[in-house]
Structure formats: structure tokens, C-alpha cells
């Protein structure tokens, strides 16, 4: 990035010094947004490495799959051309993973309903262009009415329109196209289970790098503009962390996937224990999300408000985003996260110090806001809940703690922080 700014300055530079003395504006801000625009495709090719990277596994699942169920209807069964079960296969494989058995019995149910529905229709009313309007009105109708999923409804209604359209001129298309597609849907999780499994554990980081990788960035980011005292990098901080459904879909997604395989596949059933432990990180993994965007909209408040920023405080944020980091990392390679809990501590600490120094209304905010984020990382490490919010409450130290009246109570220590590992 040092290097990106430097060399956007030296062509600023040679574009003002073009043309005698007077400044060139314009091939000021024209070099300035081609610059942007070269880094903004440098950004977005990586990012395309980046999602063919994650598909390429179902890519090829479906590749596979597509060719087994051809082979399986055509030269198995007889049918000269099975064309409905290598798109049953890739239809199946086509939905989000964690959802492919059940995706393969709603083909099934659509399926029966749409040549049920059709040949009703065709035999009372014959085929023509009002009669198909008529048969996908009545399967969408009447597979909502029976509560039927959104995957149902649209296999129901698209069978129901080949089997009126292709009815006059293939003889015995019902059967053909259920069997079609129970063995399109058979195959795709036989791949899926026996022939391809994807390693779920790799799945899962995958799917997870993203997601951590934006929660660390924008809290580092956070803690320098707070550090600065900026306020436009705090709040563009904000705004980049408030853009995160996607990765926080996209991991969730990736559990479901990864238990799937784990449940189907005897290949991965030494894992489960492991995807366990993954499945119950993503809950507190999200709440770390949403309790950091609270964090970091609440420093933005605080230096417009100009309250004072304790030094601790941008520590305690710079901390917190070593713990995710750190939880990525420690998770990635299969070892107990204990420094990611330590680190959480040492921010949890950082943020007594701040506290103690003297914060202000917003400033006392993200102080609770890091506590509660460094409690929902220790739950995501494999600890519970109590045990999470009584280390949090110990690392804090003493400023939390109400003095009574009756008796008073001995100066408050300063907090120790806990060792970095």
C-alpha cells in the first residue's frame, strides 16, 4: 500500500509539473482516479481468484456428478436421452451445501407433483398455450397452499411445463422424468458422500478467513483512527464491517456444508468432533461481529463528541483485533486457542486501564463494548459462557466493582494484564 501511495504521488507530481509551472488540475484528478481504478482491478482479479478457489470442489462434484447419472440413465436404464438427470444431479449440488439431501427429496416431491398435475390437465383439457398457463398457475397455487418449500413450488411447476409442452411428441415421459430424477439426485449425493467429499475442516477456513480477516481490519483500523483521533477512518471502518451478510452467510453456510459431509461421508467421520467445536464458534463469532460494529459506531461518536481517548483504550481495540487473528489462525491449523483467549484478556485489561484513567459518556460505551466482543471470542475458543464472563471480569480489575457505603472498600489495584502468548 506504501508503495501504491508513493507511486500515486510521483504521477500527481509529474502531471502538475506538465505544461511549464501552472498546476494541471484535471490530469491531477485523472491520474489520481486511474491510479484508484488499477488498484480497484488489482482488488477485484484477487477476489475472483478467491471465489474460483472456494468453488472449484463443487465445480468438479458437479462436473462428476453430471456424468455418472447420464451414464447411469442411458446405458443402466435405457434412456436414449436422459437429459432430466444430469440436471437433477447439478441441481442438487447447485444449492447451498448443508442443504443436499433435503434439496434431493424436494426434486423428488416436485417432481411427482408436476406429472401428476400435468397429466390430470392434459387428459381433461388437452395441450395448448392457455392449458400450460393453466397447469403452472394450479402447481404453484396448490404446492404453496400445501406449505411446500420454495425449491418444490419451482420443480413442480417447471416439470408440469415439460410434461405439457413435451408430451405430444415423447411417448412415456412420466416415468422417464421421475426416475431421472431420483437417480440425478442419488448420484449427487453419492459423489458428494463417497466419490468426491471435500475436507470439511478446509471448507470451513475457507469460508471463515474472510469473515475474521474483516473483523481484525476493521479494528485495527478503529484503533488507529482512534489513536488519531480520525474520525473519517473510524467511520469508514464502520461502514466496511457493516458490509459483512455475505462472509457471515457464506461461513455459516460452510458449518452446515461441513456437518453435511461429516454426517454423510465415512471418510469424514473422524471429524466431527472437530466441526463440533466450529459449529458452536459461529454464534459467538457473529455476536463478536455485531457487538464490534456497536464499538466501533460508538468511537466515531466519541471523537466527535472530542472526549478524551485514555491511551490503554486504542490498545485495548488493537487487541482485540490480534484475538480474532489469532482465533483464525488457531483454529486453521488445529490447535487449542489459548493465546487467542490470552489476547482477549490483555484487551479486556487494556480497557480497565482506560476506564480507570477517566473516559467520557461514548468512551464508556466502547469500553463495555470490548469486554463484551472479548467475552464473545473467549466462548467462540471452546469455553463457556460463565467461565468467559468471570475471567473478562477478573481481567478488568477493580473499577467495575460498587463501593459500599457501610463499609468502604480498600483503594482499587490497577489491573494486571494477563500474559501475551
Given at each position: ?8 504521488s ?14 494541471d488540475?484535471?490530469?491531477?484528478r ?20 478467491h471465489?474460483?478457489r ?10 462428476l456428478?453430471a456424468g455418472?447419472?447420464?451414464?447411469a440413465a ?46 390430470l ?15 403452472v ?5 396448490l ?15 417447471a ?24 437417480i ?8 458428494t ?21 474483516l ?5 485495527d483500523m ?17 461502514e466496511?464491517?457493516?458490509n459483512?451478510k ?37 454464534d ?10 456497536t ?7 466519541l471523537?466527535e ?10 490498545d485495548?481495540v ?11 489462525h488457531?483454529?486453521a ?15 479486556v ?16 460505551v ?5 469486554r ?8 467462540a ?7 468467559a ?30 500474559p501475551?502468548?
Amino acid at each position: 500500500m506504501a508503495v501504491a501511495r508513493e507511486l500515486r504521488s510521483s504521477l500527481v507530481r509529474r502531471v502538475l509539473r506538465r505544461g511549464g509551472g501552472a498546476p494541471d488540475i484535471d490530469g491531477a484528478r485523472i491520474a489520481e482516479a486511474m491510479e484508484q481504478l488499477r488498484h480497484r482491478s488489482r482488488a477485484t482479479l484477487h477476489d475472483r481468484l478467491h471465489r474460483v478457489r472456494m468453488a472449484l470442489g463443487l465445480a468438479l462434484q458437479a462436473g462428476l456428478a453430471a456424468g455418472l447419472s447420464w451414464l447411469a440413465a442411458h446405458e443402466l436404464l435405457g434412456n436414449p436421452q436422459p437429459v432430466f438427470a444430469p440436471i437433477s444431479a447439478v441441481g442438487t449440488l447447485a444449492v447451498s451445501v448443508g442443504q443436499r439431501f433435503r434439496r434431493t427429496i424436494e426434486l423428488i416431491i416436485g417432481v411427482a407433483i408436476g406429472v401428476a398435475l400435468g397429466d390430470l390437465l392434459i387428459y381433461l383439457l388437452g395441450t395448448g398455450a392457455w392449458q400450460l398457463g393453466l397447469v403452472v398457475t394450479t402447481a404453484i397455487v396448490l404446492t404453496i397452499f400445501a406449505g411446500a418449500s420454495v425449491a418444490i413450488v419451482i420443480q413442480a411447476a417447471a416439470t408440469a411445463v415439460l410434461i405439457v409442452t413435451l408430451s405430444p411428441t415423447t411417448q412415456n415421459l412420466e416415468i422417464p422424468r421421475f426416475v431421472d430424477a431420483l437417480i440425478g439426485g442419488g448420484i449427487a449425493l453419492l459423489v458428494t458422500a463417497l466419490l468426491l467429499p471435500l475436507n470439511p475442516l478446509r471448507v470451513i477456513n475457507q469460508a471463515a478467513r474472510p469473515a475474521l480477516d474483516l473483523l481484525a481490519a476493521q479494528l485495527d483500523m478503529t484503533a488507529e483512527g482512534l489513536r488519531r483521533r480520525d474520525r473519517d477512518g473510524v467511520q469508514q471502518a464502520l461502514e466496511r464491517l457493516r458490509n459483512n451478510k455475505e462472509e457471515l452467510a457464506n461461513f455459516s453456510e460452510a458449518i452446515e456444508g461441513a456437518k453435511e459431509t461429516a454426517t454423510l461421508s465415512p471418510a469424514r467421520w473422524h471429524r466431527r468432533d472437530e466441526l463440533t467445536h466450529y459449529a458452536e464458534a459461529a454464534d459467538p463469532i457473529d455476536r463478536a461481529m455485531r457487538n464490534s460494529g456497536t464499538l466501533i459506531r460508538r468511537a466515531v461518536t466519541l471523537i466527535e463528541d472530542d472526549e478524551p481517548i485514555p491511551e490503554p483504550m486504542p490498545d485495548a481495540v488493537g487487541h482485540l483485533a490480534e484475538s480474532v487473528r489469532l482465533l483464525k489462525h488457531e483454529f486453521a491449523v488445529g490447535e487449542e486457542p489459548e493465546k487467542a483467549r490470552e489476547r482477549s484478556l490483555r484487551a479486556v485489561s487494556e480497557a480497565g486501564r482506560a476506564y480507570g484513567e477517566g473516559v467520557g459518556f461514548s468512551g464508556s460505551v466502547v469500553i463495555a463494548q470490548v469486554r463484551t466482543t472479548a467475552s464473545d471470542l473467549m466462548v467462540a475458543s471452546g469455553i463457556s459462557q460463565d467461565e468467559a464472563n468471570r475471567w473478562v471480569r477478573q481481567a478488568f480489575g477493580e473499577q467495575d466493582r460498587p463501593s459500599g457505603p457501610a463499609e468502604p472498600e480498600p483503594a482499587p489495584k490497577p489491573p494486571t494484564a494477563p500474559p501475551v502468548g
